[in-house]
C-alpha cells in the first residue's frame, strides 16, 4: 500500500481540510477593515449579522468540508462524487441555519471551498493550486438535474446576465487564482494584512458580485468597482470607502468569499503557475 491511499493518509488530508478551511474563513472574517463587510470595527452593510454569528457558522461548517474530501479523496470527478458532495452541501447548509437562526452567513462559501476540498482530496493533498482550480472546475461542470431552488444570486444572474458563483466555478475559479496572485505579490511588498486587503480589493474591481447586484443592480456594482479602484490608487482610504458601504447598503459578499477561497488555495496548493487571465 502507497503513501497516498494508506488510511492514516486520507486522514491527515481530511484533517488538513478541516483545519484550514475554518482557519481560512476567520482569517477572511477578521481582516480589517473591509468595506461594507463584517469586520473587528463593525458589521458593514448587514444588519442580520454579526462577528460571533460569523464565527459560529465557520466553526459549524468546517467538517463538512472534511467530509467532502473523504468521500473524495483518490476519485475522479464524476456524477456520483458531484450528488454526494451536493448532499454533504445541502447539510452543511442546514448546519449554519441552524447555528445562524436561519440567516445565510456561508452559502457561497460551502460552494466554493467545498469543490476546492473535494479537488485536494481527489489529487490526494498534493497538486498546485492551478491544478486544484481546474479539478474543481471539473466537479462544477458534472451537471445535476435537481430542481433549481430561488436565490438572491441565481435572481441577480438571471436579471442582471451574469454567472455568479455557478460561472466561477465551472471556469476553474479564476478570481480565486487572480487572489491568490494578489496575495503572493503583495506580501512581498506589504504586510499581510496589507495583502490581504489588496487582494480582496482587486477582486472588488474585477468581480461581478451578485451579492452587490442583488442589493444595487448594476449602478451600486459600478459605483463598488470605482471605489475599490479608488482605493488601490491611493486615492480613498478603506476607511472611507467602508462608510461609504454602510451608507449605501453595498456589501461586496462574493468578493469577501473569493478572498476565503484564495486563502484556503494558497494553504492547500501555494503559488499558482504563471499569470491569471479572466475569462468569466
Known amino acids: 500500500m502507497s503513501v497516498a491511499t494508506h488510511p492514516l493518509h486520507v486522514h491527515l488530508v481530511t484533517e488538513q481540510v478541516a483545519r484550514w478551511s475554518e482557519q481560512s474563513l476567520l482569517e477572511e472574517l477578521y481582516l480589517t477593515v473591509k468595506p461594507g463587510l463584517i469586520d473587528k470595527c463593525n458589521n458593514g452593510a448587514h444588519l442580520d449579522m454579526t462577528l460571533a454569528m460569523m464565527e459560529a457558522s465557520s466553526h459549524a461548517v468546517a467538517p463538512y468540508f472534511a467530509e467532502m ?35 445565510n452567513t456561508h452559502k457561497g462559501a460551502i460552494w466554493c471551498l467545498g469543490l476546492l476540498s473535494a479537488a485536494y482530496a481527489i489529487q490526494r493533498g498534493q497538486g498546485t493550486a492551478t491544478t486544484l482550480c481546474e ?80 442589493r444595487a443592480g448594476s449602478k451600486g456594482l459600478s459605483y463598488v468597482k470605482q471605489q475599490a479602484q479608488q ?38 496548493g501555494g503559488k499558482s503557475h504563471g499569470r491569471v487571465s479572466l475569462h468569466v
Open 135 to 214: 479539478v474543481a472546475g471539473e466537479l462544477a461542470n458534472v451537471e445535476l438535474k435537481v430542481s433549481s431552488t430561488r436565490t438572491n444570486g441565481s435572481i441577480a444572474c438571471k436579471r442582471y446576465g451574469v454567472t455568479g458563483a455557478k460561472g466561477e466555478a465551472q471556469a476553474g475559479f479564476p478570481h480565486v487564482l487572480l487572489g491568490l496572485q494578489t496575495l503572493n505579490d503583495a506580501t512581498e511588498l506589504f504586510t499581510e494584512t496589507k495583502a490581504k486587503q489588496l487582494a480582496l480589493l482587486t477582486l472588488m474591481t474585477t468581480l461581478s458580485d451578485t451579492c452587490v447586484l442583488h
Open 231 to 268: 482605493v488601490l490608487r491611493g486615492a480613498l482610504s478603506m476607511e472611507e470607502v467602508d462608510e461609504r458601504f454602510i451608507k449605501n447598503n453595498l456589501s461586496p459578499g462574493g468578493s469577501a468569499d473569493l478572498l476565503a477561497a484564495s486563502l484556503y488555495v494558497k494553504r492547500l
Open 69 to 103: 474530501a473523504r468521500v473524495s479523496y483518490g476519485k475522479s470527478p464524476s456524477l456520483q462524487l458531484r450528488k454526494q458532495l451536493s448532499e454533504i452541501g445541502i447539510e452543511a447548509e442546514r448546519k449554519m441555519l441552524h447555528v445562524t437562526a436561519g440567516v
